[in-house]
């Protein structure tokens, strides 16, 4: 693991935990699986709060713990910890499938780490009493919505026990328990009661999110190679593959013709249904190579090529990063080696058709930043001297990628430091305006004057105003950068995944 | 290449010669002409047997000596061949050295040949090369080419050859020099014909498949279009502009597929993903990246380019 990835790691655990969970994680993370007691001396923080610090990584899941003969050790789970990043965007998704009251559920567990349903639900129902008193929403209501998210599998359950059971458990239940609405009723009004679930935990099935964001973007690449018809055929078959193929697969199991006419025919895309031979085709003879077919019985029988389709989205990628950073000259010649697999500097110039000294310049530039590595070959006998050598150039794109996922890693942590330097240099100014507001809204309970609450606005100066409204667009539009970074971050971990 | 007449044969000048010399030249060169192997001394002697050996060895030593024959020795019987006309006459007025570098540069035909490797073949010293170089050059005998390989290098070759494509690089070249703007625009032009086709397709009712074999145009079609724009003084090859639709394809724009009928059929592609948005924040592009760090001059807390982006 790198240097990078424990910054961005520790600087999200002091954002979101603060200074000890962050010294905690960062130990973990220089010294591998420790126990509890090296964590204490390496540390030098007092027990208590180690063991605080400790219980939440694991209720987070960013640190599991393993029983071993030198007793129980904790391991440190960095990919785990850069999923914060994400969390924005599985809200998102669970807004789109299941609507708002199941993003704010979701919201919760994410908050919490791991919940019983029961808490959840009141916990969102107090929240939508406090948002939107006009919308009415019952328990009931909220409870279907509960089980939508189980039965979409983007909750699931946590088999964090208080007990140290070894191993996973073999088969977890996923059905929700039958909750008892009028304990959960009654502690609505502030009793105690038991709602039925004790101890049954649930947590956010991140593979699950994992998957649908790796899936949005296949399909969206397929969108764009050929068109939206492509793309809804693309999340169909997608939707096949999990029903017979193990969600991280290389390849899908081979889905037969017949099923994926049924698919089709139920969703309401008429050009799709016409010519789904012939979308079928195209996607299987596209260069990407997401779709194979790979039998001819009852129809045709097709499978997805997941790992190549990787791979061809992390070329892509990288393709488009050396443009950007040198130009589509120095792409071209990238693309060329690709093509050409081992190639000498004299055939790149001619093939890419660039003025010798530019393309020796773009070569040499490429390898010294190693997107191109250079293969020395020698005759067998031959004396030793250069001019007697072939050097070929060549692409090796694991390197390449990591390199790339290194780069992500300082981008999206210069980008943080940059938001924390400008929230934290203009503090005064956001503290004041949210004591504004918090004046404002109790003023207005107690039903204060037009007057007075004018006189409250006018407390922030007009160049304060201007100044926050700065700040505050300064923070959004690097909270957005960081958002599409990890979007390159998460295809690149994709590529790595599969190969 | 004085032939000696043998000593078995006698000196009988006088006896016999009823043929002038210039008729017994005019005679064997005839002969020689009927025979492209070369004709050893006993055809002379079967077809002119009144011929006394002396006065032959004379008229083929002077036809040596002007370069009408050549002598070989093939299972040690001596032949005298033919020379080729067009030989003959660069010959005339050479000198010996003169004659082996221009075989030399001969051999290399229209690659041309580097001076050095003509020191290298011929051991001369390399002042009488030059000077030799140099009289071959006035004489019109050869003439220097620059290769586009190597812009210092002169390369030798016959005067009246076309120098080759790799020494001039083609229709690409001008003076030595690569005409990167003209690829260019060749390079942008290829490209929008094929976007507009790609273009064509929107309102295509034929389904996916005949939609995407609109967009597919063969080299032939590309060279035409690009033919009639008339933005090349040059003449263009089709497989000039297949070049062209490489850098195309390496440019990551356009496909290539192998139709049918064994020709290759090409198509403008959208790319599989919009821009990573890695590059779209200033750390992606960063040229001092690898100086940066939380401390010192180039650090992300007073960084110049992201206060430019952010601006």
Redesign the interface.
Known sequence: MSLFCEKLCSVLLLEHFGPIVQSVGDDLFKHGAKSLGFIRATTGLPLPKVKEALCVLLQYGFAIHRQTEKGIQYHFLPDKVITILRYPRYMFFAKKFCGDEAEMMLEEVLKRGYETASQIIIKTFHRLEQHRSEHQSSLSMLKDKFELLVKNQFLTRSICTETMDEGPAEKIECNVPDLNMQAMAQIMQGNTDDPGDNKIYWRVNLDRFEQDLRDQIMVS?IT????E??GELMRQLLFLMYLRTASWADTSNPIPYSEIKEAVRKINYPLLV??LD??L??LEED??QFLKRVGDSGGGQFSINTKEAFS??AW??V???VM??FG?KA???F??VR?RKYVEQEQIQQ??????K?AKHLTYTLLQENYLQMQELKKAGASAAPTKTFFLFYIDLNQVVRM?IE??Y??L???I??RE?ESASNKRMIDKQLRIQTLTSNLKEHGATEEQLAEIVEMMTPSEKLQLEKVQN?IK??GG?E???????F?LTMYLHYH | MEIDPGPSEEHNVNASTEDSPEIIEQKIIALAHTKTKGISDKDILSEMPDVQPVQRALVINKLLSQGLLDLYKQDKILLYRLKDPNKVKTAKGADNEEKIVYTIIEEAGNKGIWIRDIRFKSNLMPTQLNKILKSLETKKFIKAVKSVAASKKKVYMLYNLEPDRSVTGGAWYQDQDFEAEFVDVLNQQCYRFLEQKRKETKDCRGGPIAARNITFATSREVWKFISDLGISKVKLSVDDLEMILNTLIYDGKVEKTLSNDGTYLYRAVEPLLEPPGLIKAPCGVCPVRKNCSDFGDVSPINCQYITEWLA
């Open positions: 690449a764009k190679r050929v068109d018809n492509a016409q010519y012939q979308y085709r195209l260069s990407s061809q989205l892509t990628t393709e488009n990063i950007e950073r589509s792409a071209r010649i693309r060329l093509s093939l890419a058709m660039i003025p010798a530019e790339e780069h992500c300082h981008a942590y210069n980008t430091q940059r330097q300064t539009k690097l950068s958002l599409q970074i990890d979007e390159t971050l295809l």
